[in-house]
């Protein structure tokens, strides 16, 4: 078990991780004296898995609760669904002691996060990842949101949780595609900051898409770390720190949105973003061609998509001009300088953007070039 | 003109307030560096009246604007409209420079600045108030919010505007009811914090009706000053400071709640609401009768409501037990001790509360007593 602290002005708060430290959940949930009531956030499926043990701890600590289970799926990071449980909360919310927890993945985080900002002008709340995607990336930082038809995560916002409580036994459960979905954000990880990590990754993949124990507590506990430093030093992503973090998420939402959110999850998404934003950085001289053959190598073993398919180029460039991380008329992207250095830069011609998606998307990049169809 | 500071750690903001001064609105705006884009939130009547001076002194410093027009009245703050205007000021926001200016009375105060506070998690918004009630009150002070069915301002977030701009000058097309509904929260300040207000009201209270110029500056600076003090010393309602500036409100909101927000607007609801605080004061040996008169007179006087009727005593009680201000299952009121001073009491008995009410219900308090119907 590892507490990694979050620092912040006034709103420091720990990430704890580790397997089998559920039993502890209660205990350390009224350590921070943030309420009696818990109004719980989760799906059938993990309510199924794991409500029991979450009632059991949190009743052992004299706390009363309620769940509410939300359908699966992006779909539910709605202005109708988040208004559906404000009503419900306040009809639980007697005592005015109530707190939130969100208990699953992304999308259940940024939608309880975002009642809890919300509801009566903002009550505490407690994230309780159940994915390794959440476990080592949007559980942490207090990026809330719902969506809204014009574009993802419209309405929202920073709103840190007071504990983010992560039990690596929940991961045990969870399908190759989830598993990989989390890497994506993991390898992000490495590319940005992290040399040992990317690594690590390279030699230790497949333990941790068995589900190893070990490994999976290593790059939780290690991604926690990096993030929690990069939300300490930027919280608001004004300081062009946390911002980094977006690595291969520019082009990774611009995919995602042009599949419409059900070709690919974020995690494959964000794969095919990392892999655009490396041919970026390859065209602007900051990677070598051998630095994006790493990355790519390693988002192959994985399993992790390395073709952008079932997309056209002119969906995905029109999503792109969409995207809340365009300022201005410019666009801004975060490059790869190498393995384990990430440089934001504006203003990248559009058509070496339109090279780099293409890439992707015809047959390999040995046929291009043999085909003279590259600039390189 | 005057500007008076709410100084907050890192979100300190002016409020300036002063007759004929919007023509300089443009130039305080831009001085604030928060984007080029404005986005006005406002209704056709004020929009009608003003809009053309907003225009000019906006496009005089380079600035581009959109206005969005509400329908009157309460009905506005909710989550539809909320979302409406989102998704417009997205189609809006090319530039990614955009900043809202609520320019209204307390419905689009709140509605804006909950706006604000979740488009693309947070961007910049000033208030341009145009109600007295929104110049001494609402308007300053960050708390924003919109409606649900199952209470007002169930969601919502604390979030500072980056300044206040009250043209005195708007308050001349004041209706002599918005002028009375304002005065409700000006009488309020006389009581729990300034008796040369309350004193200068009890003298002025005419030329203010009659909206002179020099008594509604007076008393919109002294006003802002009280406020700016109280939110800097206790931002979030946290510290027992600001939560005194809800006196009258607790059984204010709960009158307004059981007249559905039809019979009385929020300033008469707030009259009744100190009075019948007023009369639980006294039962409790806070506030000598001659402190009640003394603020039913002036009540009286300016033309607000001093007898509650059109609801009953059980739907002004059951509006009460929903009310925000509850915590746990005790009631909290904010209570005078003489003119100028307020505390604040929990558990107060029920049948205190329910006399005082039935007090403000029936007829004068003279025949009720005569009537042995007081407890003394």
Redesign the interface.
């Known amino acids: 078990m590892e507490t990694i602290k979050l620092a912040l002005?006034d709103r420091s708060y720990n990430i704890i991780a580790g397997e089998n430290i559920i039993k502890a959940f209660g205990r350390n949930a009224a350590r921070l004296k943030i309420g009696t009531d818990a109004y719980i956030i989760t799906n059938e499926k993990i309510k199924r898995l794991y409500g029991n043990r979450i009632r059991k701890t949190m009743e052992g600590c004299g706390f009363s609760l309620r769940f509410r289970t939300v359908p699966d799926g992006e779909a539910s990071k709605s202005?109708k669904t988040a208004?559906s449980i404000?009503?419900d909360i306040?009809?639980y919310d007697?005592?005015?002691?109530i707190f939130i927890i969100a208990m699953g993945g992304g999308v259940i985080g940024d939608l309880s996060g975002f009642v809890a900002?919300?509801?009566?002008?903002?009550v505490p709340y407690v994230q309780l990842p159940t994915t390794l995607l959440a476990q080592v990336d949007s559980a942490i930082g207090g990026?809330?949101?719902v969506d809204?038809?014009?574009?993802k995560?419209?309405?929202?916002?920073?709103y840190q949780p007071r504990l983010v409580f992560s039990e690596i036994g929940f991961l045990k459960t969870l399908s190759q595609r989830q598993a990989r979905s989390g890497l994506a954000e993991v390898i992000k990880y490495g590319v940005i900051k992290d040399t040992a990590l990317f690594s690590y990754l390279e030699d230790n993949y497949p333990d941790i898409l068995r589900l190893k124990t070990g490994a999976l507590e290593y790059i939780v506990c290690r991604c926690s770390r990096i993030k929690a430093k990069m939300v300490s030093a930027d919280e608001?992503e004004e300081k062009g720190v946390r911002t980094l973090l977006n690595f291969g998420h520019t082009a990774g939402h611009a995919i995602e949105a042009a599949g419409r959110y059900k070709l690919h999850n974020h995690g494959e998404a964000v794969a095919l973003g990392m892999l655009v934003a490396a041919g970026i950085s390859r065209r602007l001289g900051l990677l070598p061609e051998s630095g994006v053959k790493r990355i790519e190598n390693l988002i192959r073993a994985v399993g992790l998509p390395t073709r952008i398919t079932g997309v056209t180029l002119s969906a995905v460039i029109n999503a792109h001009y969409r995207d809340?991380k365009?300022?201005?008329?410019k666009n801004r992207f975060v490059l790869a300088k190498g393995i384990s250095k990430a440089v934001i830069r504006e203003n990248i011609p559009l058509e070496i953007i339109k090279d780099s998606l293409r890439e992707r998307m015809r047959g390999s990049t040995a046929l291009l070039r043999a085909a003279g169809k590259l600039d390189r």
């Open positions: 002005i202005i208004s404000i009503a306040a009809d007697q005592r005015r002691r900002s919300v509801y009566k002008r903002g990026k809330t949101g809204l038809a014009e574009g995560n419209l309405i929202g916002a920073f608001r809340k365009f300022l201005g008329k």
